[in-house]
């Protein structure tokens, strides 16, 4: 039963999923259907949480701020919709759950992420900098 099970996992997982971690602010693009049409749709915001793993059930929650007010989705790592997921930029955090920044606002939700590394370059920078 398990061989049938994980056989079933592999024909239903992504292509290529990027190394995303917690504390990474990412760009989620996502193909929405309006109608009988398709169009891509960015979702842009930090990484709070990883649930699941990477395997089949693997979840991401991204959080923004949108006019003032928080906004979280949450998106399963190998939905057929998402078309690709872009690390704009890393942060070291201390924890793996970021639920706490739902308390922050404002300069004090950006100042508590430390030193922030370019997901292209592994050079460290400093945060205050980039501030």
């Keep these: 039963m398990n061989k049938t099970i994980e056989k079933f996992n592999k024909t239903h997982e992504a292509k290529k999923i990027p190394d995303v971690r917690s504390g990474d602010t990412v760009r989620v693009v996502q193909m929405i259907k309006e109608g009988d049409k398709q169009r891509p ?35 399963p790592l190998h939905a057929p919709t998402l078309e690709r997921i872009e690390v704009l930029r890393r942060a070291k955090v201390r924890r793996a759950k970021l ?33």
Aim: net charge positive; hydrophobic share 40%; no cysteine.
């Design 41 to 75: 749709q960015a979702f842009e915001g930090l990484v709070i949480a990883l649930k699941h793993g990477r395997g089949i059930n693997g979840m991401m929650t991204v959080r923004k701020i949108s006019f003032g007010v928080g906004v979280e989705r949450i998106f």
């Design 99 to 131: 639920f706490f920044v739902r308390g922050k606002s404002g300069r004090k939700a950006r100042k508590m992420r430390g030193d922030i590394v370019p997901p292209e370059t592994g050079t460290v920078e400093s945060a205050e900098e980039n501030v």
